[in-house]
């Protein structure tokens, strides 16, 4: 609505969105435009979160029994990936003895 009134509604890149007539789309083209523009942009502190977030749930995956072998040897998390790594696991080709 700022430049509406001022020189920046003549701008190249502002024409597409100030010739819209009806509110509704012009707060669409609006509101896509600032999501293309910042969806890039994640605060460091979300990475952090995010990362301190699979590290836990790698660290529960570790300690659950029912992830053990019959001789008590526990599953080893490498990485702090795993959990998105065997969401994408679809088939596992075993012999007879596994």
């Known amino acids: ?21 009806s509110p509704g789309m012009w707060f669409l083209l609006t509101y896509l435009t600032y999501f293309v ?3 890039f942009m994640m605060p460091i502190s979300l990475f952090v979160s995010l990362e301190f977030c699979k590290t836990a749930q790698a660290k529960f995956m570790e300690w659950d029994d029912n992830m053990a072998t019959s001789d008590g ?3 080893a998390a490498r990485t702090s990936s795993l959990n998105e790594e065997l969401s994408q696991v679809q088939y596992i080709f075993s012999d007879k003895t596994g």
């Open 37 to 39: 523009l910042l969806a």
């Open 73 to 75: 040897r526990r599953m």
């Open 1 to 21: 609505a700022a430049y509406a009134s001022s020189d920046g509604a003549n701008s190249f890149y502002m024409k597409p969105i100030m010739s819209q007539e």
